[in-house]
């Protein structure tokens, strides 16, 4: 079964100093792999995902993430944070070896992300 | 920009009574999704629909949990009775088409259940 870790609960940084949330990832197989971010009393918003190709994927609002298969890794980055960026972010991952009614999305346990002015 | 629509956004309820939560999908979208997320922790998947059709109820608790989606379009999740473990935000997502590995989920805001 598929699993995915977030090692921080959460990570600080300061406004204009790059930031990396982290994510590894457990699957058999090829995965596909998401990156959401929650604001208070708000639902899920998509960021950016890797489902093939290039290792590096650009995302919305600024954000990357760079897929490392040897390391089972999909860390999120940001050259140069804003206070605005504060809030709860998800790694999330499927299977992508196929596309099954039941292939559920699982997601982490979330990384709250707090950008000091 | 077409959004996930649900209601209530705020519920507080007595445990022991029945709750339910309403969702209406992106238009167009087959799939649909009702998830629980627990103060702290990510969402779980409770259960899937395509059009009208359960395709995943694994972990719904169906001795107090139903959800149905009766002409493949908005849908309702009731608990009942509601017990204080029940409390977390409860998050409905669709997807167009079938539940392709690389389809992205919308997400509605969250309907907001405290159990007392």
């Known amino acids: 079964a598929q699993s995915v870790a977030q090692p921080e609960d959460q990570v600080n940084v300061a406004e204009g100093n790059p930031l990396t949330v982290k994510c590894t990832y457990s699957v058999s197989g090829n995965p596909y792999l998401f990156w959401y971010v929650q604001y208070p009393n708000r639902g899920l918003q998509f960021l950016l995902k890797?489902?093939?190709?290039?290792?590096l994927v650009k995302g919305s609002y600024g954000f990357e993430a760079e897929f490392n298969k040897s390391q089972t890794s999909f860390h999120l980055k940001k050259p140069s944070a804003l206070v605005s960026d504060s809030a709860l972010y998800f790694c999330?991952?499927?299977?992508?070896?196929?596309?099954?009614?039941?292939?559920?999305?699982?997601f982490g346990t979330g990384t709250l992300l707090a950008v000091q002015p | 920009e077409a959004e996930v629509a649900q209601s209530p956004r705020y519920k507080i309820t007595e445990k022991s009574q029945a709750v339910a939560f309403w969702c209406d999908p992106i238009s167009g979208h087959a799939t649909l999704y009702w998830y629980r997320q627990i103060l702290g922790q990510g969402p779980e998947l409770l259960v899937q629909?395509?059009?009208?059709?359960?395709?995943?109820d694994s972990q719904l608790p169906k001795d107090r949990f139903s959800a149905e989606r009766l002409k493949g379009v908005d849908s309702t999740l009731k608990i009942q009775p509601a017990e204080l473990g029940d409390s977390a935000m409860y998050l409905c997502?669709?997807?167009?088409?079938?539940?392709?590995?690389?389809?992205?989920?919308?997400f509605g805001a969250g309907s907001r259940l405290t159990v007392l």
């Open positions: 999330a991952v499927r299977h992508g070896n196929y596309g099954g009614a039941t292939n559920k999305l699982i």
């Open positions: 997502a669709s997807t167009e088409g079938t539940s392709s590995g690389a389809n992205v989920l919308t």
């Open positions: 629909f395509q059009d009208e059709s359960v395709v995943d």
């Open positions: 890797y489902i093939t190709g290039d290792n």
